[in-house]
């Protein structure tokens, strides 16, 4: 019964974090200064270095109007809206590529950022957690104080910097990494999926480095800590081995405030590899992400954010769901 | 016989070293309740410690050593290999089971966890499922997660842990303050069944005088790192020897009694001062000059009976006593 309330709590949150990521993804353009449509037409113009009469003008404006959910009261906007983006996952059209629908994009950009991030996500959680267990339940050796001071040095340094460091040794300097990532399109053969591997190195690698960072330092404080408390000390007393202490004690312990801790900082990981694409032109939601903003693309920007928005959220809900296999006190009461 | 050979054992820290225990020599029998009494800090727990082996930094034994009256392979155990032995031939009951138990995993692993390999879990289980219900435990209650049951019953699984494997010697630092009177009462006639039954030697820490009265056969009172009285309890509580255990006896409360009881005025030394002579002498009624300089030796006055002080066969005389024995429980009429 508690799991069931659990598992229905998690939802109704969920249920609610899109729902207020859907409503400020509509409010926001409408309260900035700038008139997406004007502005348009104003490009439109001086692209085509012709003026347009103001029939055809009033004209064009209704036609956008609708394509962009623009036209009738705010009320029945938003309903639109919801109905669009909810049922039919429509975002309208691109304004950069018109009449090319967002979604298209998204929906290719969408896998790359995600084979990103979720590999990267677990095996820095995975290799940090491993590593600072042995760091804190062993604390004493000179293994222990090495992995410390890996954790300290790469936990303060932002993904941008790991990222330039290693374009710089590894692309730049040894060029054993490309510098960008250049992928041809076409299906997907063996052979392409070395050359995707290839060009995620770098990016991949930042990631991790980052993530192992936090993780080593975390799970080491955490081990640190747990390993005083009494089941840890009775365990000993009892005779049991040292390395079942260490992993059903120490270290199932730890690792309940360690998916916590992911679960919170999905965020974060997230808008930092949005970072790392940027800057290895990685062809992900981020890239997708920067062009739209630069090139004043605002469906592209609110359905990119709107879908990042949606992975957070999910992710998250996904991590919380699990979160009971690990601690029996939330599946039994 | 188990033997406390000249037992110092020190805790490192950093003002240096101080002995927690200093120079125990006991000899104590087998096949009995020993309760070992004394104010906070005196070093029960330490002594306990000690006597089960687990000798971690900070803690050290400085000399002495103890032998626990049981041989393996011909050879007698000492403190050097009792490790070997734990949970096996001697166990320890924590005094709290919320913490002492594991909450992400079940309490049947929990139970079986420290066992060798190549031992059959299930069939292990399976006694103790059976076992438990001696303990008025579900048999179900050790395949359950530690925070759904009640304290109580998971006190109950930490005597059972203690006492499954049926060890020749059980440590239990004071295992019943976290629980309630009624709770408790139960727990401790349980561990004075199952000792009767198995004949196992325990050593019973607790504050409470009361209960010493009521579970121990033998009294071991310690005070500022010394044992300064050891023998039967019966007369410990009805003759002491020793002023500081009269006066612990005193603090015990009684049903019936309207006058407030004194307690244990003073505090004990702090064991980093310089302990010359007894150390109890400044809190004692009975001190005089050689208290102050001497050390008393701890010898048997009686059959059984050891006690440190210089004035121990003159003490139990004294008309304090005669007041104590009128009140004692004993010698009241029955709840
Ligand atoms: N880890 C430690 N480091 C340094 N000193 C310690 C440590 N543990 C205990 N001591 C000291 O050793 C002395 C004896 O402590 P011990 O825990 O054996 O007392 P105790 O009689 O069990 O007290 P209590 O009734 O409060 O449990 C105390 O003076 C205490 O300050
Ligand atoms: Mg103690």
């Given at each position: 019964?508690?799991?069931?309330?659990?598992?229905?709590?998690?939802f109704v949150?969920y249920?609610?974090?899109?729902?207020?990521?859907?409503?400020?993804?509509f409010?926001l353009?409408?309260l900035?200064p700038?008139?997406?449509i004007?502005q348009y037409i104003f490009?439109?113009?001086?692209q085509?270095g012709?003026?347009?009469?103001?029939?055809e003008?009033a004209?064009?404006?209704?036609t956008?109007?609708?394509?962009y959910?623009l036209?009738?009261s705010?009320?029945?906007?938003?309903l639109?809206?919801?109905e669009r983006?909810?049922?039919?996952f429509?975002?309208?059209?691109?304004?950069?590529?018109?009449?090319a629908?967002?979604?298209?994009?998204i929906?290719r950009?969408l896998?790359?950022?995600?084979?990103?991030?979720v590999t990267?996500?677990l095996?820095?959680?995975?290799?940090?957690n491993?590593?600072?267990l042995?760091?804190?339940?062993?604390?004493?050796?000179?293994a222990?104080t090495v992995m410390?001071?890996?954790g300290?040095a790469l936990?303060?340094?932002?993904?941008?910097i790991?990222a330039?460091?290693?374009?710089?040794?590894?692309?730049?300097l040894?060029?054993?990494f490309?510098?960008?990532?250049?992928?041809?399109?076409?299906?997907l053969?063996?052979?392409?999926?070395r050359?995707?591997?290839?060009?995620?190195?770098?990016?991949?690698?930042?990631?991790?480095?980052?993530g192992?960072?936090?993780?080593i330092?975390?799970?080491?404080?955490?081990s640190?800590?747990?390993?005083?408390e009494?089941?840890?000390?009775?365990a000993?007393?009892k005779g049991t081995?040292?390395?079942?202490i260490m992993?059903?004690?120490v270290g199932?312990?730890?690792l309940?405030p360690?998916?916590?801790?992911?679960?919170l900082?999905?965020?974060?990981?997230?808008?930092?590899?949005?970072?790392?694409?940027?800057?290895f032109?990685y062809?992900?939601?981020?890239?997708?992400?920067?062009?739209a903003a630069?090139?004043?693309?605002?469906?592209?920007?609110y359905?990119?954010?709107?879908?990042?928005?949606?992975?957070?959220a999910?992710?998250t809900?996904v991590l919380?769901l699990?979160?009971?296999?690990?601690?029996?006190?939330?599946?039994?009461? | 016989?188990?033997?406390l050979?000249?037992i110092?054992?020190?805790?490192?820290?950093?003002?240096g070293?101080?002995?927690a225990?200093?120079g125990?020599?006991?000899?104590?029998?087998t096949?009995?309740?020993i309760?070992?009494a004394?104010?906070?800090?005196c070093g029960?727990s330490?002594?306990?410690?000690v006597?089960?082996g687990?000798l971690?930094?900070?803690?050290?034994l400085?000399?002495?050593s103890?032998?626990?009256?049981?041989?393996s392979f011909g050879?007698e155990v000492?403190?050097?290999?009792i490790?070997e032995y734990?949970?096996?031939?001697?166990?320890?009951?924590?005094q709290?089971?919320m913490?002492?138990?594991?909450?992400?995993?079940?309490i049947?692993?929990?139970f079986t966890?420290?066992?060798?390999p190549s031992t059959?879990k299930a069939?292990?289980?399976?006694d103790?499922?059976?076992?438990v219900q001696?303990l008025d435990?579900p048999?179900?209650a050790i395949?359950?997660y530690?925070h759904?049951?009640?304290?109580g019953?998971?006190?109950?699984?930490m005597v059972?842990?203690?006492?499954f494997?049926n060890?020749?010697?059980i440590?239990a630092d004071?295992?019943?303050t976290?629980?309630?009177?009624?709770v408790q009462?139960?727990?401790?006639?349980?561990?004075?069944?199952l000792q009767?039954?198995t004949?196992?030697?325990?050593f019973?820490?607790?504050?409470?005088?009361?209960?010493h009265?009521?579970?121990?056969?033998?009294?071991l009172?310690?005070?500022?790192?010394k044992?300064?009285?050891?023998g039967?309890?019966?007369i410990?509580?009805?003759?002491?020897l020793?002023?500081y255990?009269?006066?612990l006896i005193?603090?015990?409360?009684?049903?019936g009694?309207?006058?407030?009881r004194?307690?244990v005025s003073?505090?004990p030394?702090?064991?980093?001062?310089?302990?010359?002579g007894?150390r109890?002498?400044p809190?004692c009624?009975?001190a005089?000059?050689l208290?102050?300089?001497?050390e008393?030796e701890?010898?048997?006055?009686?059959?059984?009976?050891f006690?440190a002080?210089h004035?121990?066969e003159?003490?139990?005389?004294?008309?304090?006593i005669?007041?104590l024995?009128?009140?004692?429980?004993q010698n009241?009429?029955?709840?």
């Open positions: 019964m508690a799991l069931f309330q659990y598992i229905v709590g998690r949150s249920f609610v974090v899109l729902f207020i990521g859907l409503t400020i993804t409010f353009p409408r900035m700038s008139d997406p004007e490009e439109l113009q001086s085509a012709q003026t347009m009469s103001p029939d003008m004209n064009l404006r209704e956008l109007s609708q394509i959910g036209d009738g705010l009320v029945s906007q938003y639109g809206y919801l983006v909810i049922l039919h429509d975002f309208g059209p691109s304004f950069a590529s018109f009449p629908p967002v979604i298209g994009f929906v950009a896998p790359w950022t995600l084979g990103l991030l990267t996500t095996i820095a959680w995975t290799i940090g491993l590593i600072g042995r760091a804190g339940y062993h604390h004493n050796s000179r222990a410390e001071v890996v300290v936990y303060p340094i932002p993904y941008y790991v330039l460091v290693l374009i710089m040794v590894f692309g730049y040894l060029s054993i490309p510098l960008t990532t250049t992928i041809r399109p076409g299906p053969t063996f052979a392409k999926m050359v995707i591997l290839y060009n995620s190195v770098l990016p991949a690698l930042s990631i991790i480095v980052v192992l960072g936090w993780n330092l975390s799970m080491k404080a955490l640190f800590a747990h390993k005083e009494g089941y840890v000390t009775f000993r007393l081995p040292s390395r079942t992993n059903s004690y199932r312990n730890s309940l360690q998916i916590t801790g992911l679960t900082s999905l965020g974060a990981i997230f808008s930092g590899a949005l970072l790392i694409e940027i800057l032109s062809p992900g939601m981020g890239l997708l992400m920067r062009t630069s090139s004043g693309d605002y469906n592209m920007l359905g990119t954010i709107l879908v990042t928005i949606f992975a957070v999910t992710a809900l919380d699990i979160y009971p296999v690990f601690d029996p006190r939330i599946r039994y009461r | 016989m188990i033997r050979n000249n110092v054992a020190t805790y490192t820290t950093t003002r070293e101080v002995s225990v200093d125990v020599n006991l000899e104590i029998p096949g009995k309740i309760g070992i004394g104010e906070s800090g029960k330490t002594l306990l410690k006597i089960y687990d971690i930094y900070p803690l050290a400085k000399t002495g103890v032998q626990y009256g049981f041989d050879q000492t403190t050097s290999d490790k734990w949970f096996k031939r001697i166990s320890y009951i924590p709290s089971s913490s002492s138990l594991n909450p992400v995993i079940r049947n692993k929990q966890d420290h066992l060798d059959d069939k292990v289980l399976e103790v499922r059976a076992y001696k435990l048999p179900e395949d359950a530690p759904q049951l009640s304290g019953m998971r006190q109950r699984i059972a842990m203690g006492t494997f060890p020749d010697i440590l004071e295992p019943t976290a629980l309630d009177v009624v009462k139960g727990i401790l006639l349980l561990l004075m069944g009767e039954e004949k196992s030697t325990i019973f820490v607790s504050h409470d005088m009361g209960v009265y009521q579970i121990t056969h033998k009294m009172i310690m005070y500022a790192a044992v300064v009285e050891f039967d309890s019966d410990i509580f009805t003759e002491p020793h002023p255990t009269r006066m005193e603090s015990l409360p009684t049903i009694d309207d006058h407030l004194t307690g003073g505090r030394p702090s064991l980093w001062e310089d302990l010359t007894c109890f002498a809190r009624p009975l005089t000059e208290c102050q300089t001497t008393p701890f010898k048997e006055y009686r059959r059984g009976h006690a002080c004035y121990a003159n003490t139990y005389q004294s008309s304090e005669a007041i024995y009128d009140h004692h429980p009241q009429s029955p709840e």
